[in-house]
């Protein structure tokens, strides 16, 4: 049960940092690849909180408070 954790953790792991917190990243020095993969998932989820789409900073400040914390 224990590989089961550390398999999950390390998932999830690798998704925040390539996903969520890009936009924390200095500009220089994130990896082109991962942009790639930011893109990728962008285009085939129209994810709604990291695109924006909810109506601007104000109707996700708890959202980009939550992703802060993941630092």
């Known amino acids: 049960m224990d590989k089961v954790y550390l398999g999950y ?13 890009q936009d924390y990243w ?6 082109g690849v991962l942009k790639q993969i930011k ?3 962008l285009a085939d989820s129209n994810d709604p909180l990291l695109t924006g789409g909810l109506g601007g900073a104000s ?4 959202f980009d408070s939550l992703i802060f ?3």
């Open 9 to 21: 953790f390390t998932l999830a792991l690798f998704i925040a940092i390539c996903i969520d917190l």
């Open 26 to 31: 200095p500009e220089g020095t994130l990896p």
């Open 39 to 41: 893109q990728q998932y």
């Open 59 to 62: 109707q996700t400040a708890w």
């Open 69 to 71: 914390q993941e630092l």
